[in-house]
């Protein structure tokens, strides 16, 4: 039995009512003409939506429990705001029992406001890869679970991913795949085992202001890596990693003063973690999750199956100049 069963129940639960709502609004609301305005609206609905229906399961099953979201409420609440208040309102009462108010749901989505300094708090990102979900391409839904600085509990949910599936991890107790509409078993995740890095495939974002793609190739080259690069957006790279469908995923830092945020990687860290394999920044170092919202003595993420993160890391050293 796990240490953390109530919380991992709890956090698939909502994890994959976030997902639905995400999926549902993608596939009715990022249209060609969207697309072509490139008219961020419909990403705008479902993020608030998804962090609302997360809330909401949170603060029904563990309503003690603090919760540090990625959005707020402020844009929502514009007098001007009116028409996008009812179709959140509306997207979320399609996954709950019966129709909610628009009252209720801003609170929800307030409820995500807590500050990221206590002894345990969840840290959600609605929707990851905001880009990616409006190109109708690759996006997640990351929940963690922090307690005393350090990530205890993950679930990613990715509804493109192999036509959409959830993984989780909790600390010490190994790393799973489910199916996004759950009923089937939860299978174990395991890294790949590549022998050299020549063989390895890497991932990184498809956004160049997100990851310094010429960095990265200068240390695909070094590793003498030969494939292309495994280009998706979202802690779906932690999910590929995880899963064996890559073994390196590179984040190279493309501004000296961006600070990853937490959302963006206590989830994904854990899956790659609990399936076997290591995650540190540029540098090497451990992430720190104890410094608030973001991991201010960090820069950038190296994730790597595991016995070939050293020289993963001595590559991205030296092309660094360090
Ligand atoms: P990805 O889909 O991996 O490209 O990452 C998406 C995430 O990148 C978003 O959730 C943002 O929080 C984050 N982000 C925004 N600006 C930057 C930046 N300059 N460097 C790294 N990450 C960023
Ligand atoms: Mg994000």
């Excluded at 994890?15 to 709502?21: E, F, G, I, Q």
């Excluded at 399961?57 to 959005?71: C, F, K, N, W, Y």
Aim: net charge negative; with cysteine; glycine share 10%.
């Amino acid at each position: 039995m796990s240490r953390y069963e109530t919380e991992l129940e709890v956090a698939l639960d909502a994890v994959r009512a976030a997902a639905h709502v995400c999926r549902s609004v993608q596939a009715r609301l990022v249209t060609a003409e969207t697309l072509e305005k490139k008219d961020k609206s419909p990403v705008t609905v479902a993020d608030f939506a998804s962090q609302a229906i997360v809330c909401q399961r949170l603060a029904e099953r563990l309503p003690d429990d603090a919760v540090v979201g990625e959005e707020d409420s402020a844009e929502l609440r514009a007098d001007d705001q009116a028409a996008l208040r009812a179709a959140v309102a509306r997207e979320v009462g399609d996954q709950a029992p019966g129709p909610v108010d628009e009252d209720t749901v801003l609170g929800w989505i307030d409820r995500g406001g807590a500050a990221a300094d206590g002894d345990r708090y969840w840290t959600v990102d609605p929707i990851d890869g905001t880009k990616g979900f409006l190109r109708g391409e690759q996006y997640a839904v990351a929940l963690g679970l922090i307690e005393n600085g350090r990530v205890v509990l993950g679930v990613l949910g990715c509804p493109n991913l192999e036509g959409g599936l959830l993984v989780s991890a909790v600390r010490g107790e190994g790393a799973q795949e489910h199916d996004l509409e759950g009923g089937g078993a939860a299978r174990a995740l395991r890294v790949a085992s590549v022998a050299t890095t020549a063989e390895a495939r890497f991932c990184e974002s498809v956004e160049s202001a997100h990851s310094d793609q010429s960095e990265s190739a200068q240390i695909a080259q070094r590793l003498g890596i030969t494939q292309e690069p495994f280009r998706i957006d979202s802690q779906c790279k932690y999910a590929a990693v995880g899963r064996g469908d890559a073994s390196i995923y590179l984040r190279m830092p493309t501004r000296k003063d961006y600070r990853e945020k937490i959302w963006d990687h206590a989830a994904g860290m854990i899956v790659v973690e609990e399936a076997g394999g290591r995650v540190t920044d540029v540098f090497g170092r451990d992430l720190d999750f104890s410094r608030g919202r973001t991991l201010d003595e960090n820069r950038g993420i190296v994730a790597t199956s595991g016995a070939i993160h050293d020289e993963v890391v001595a590559a991205v050293r030296a092309v660094r100049g360090e």
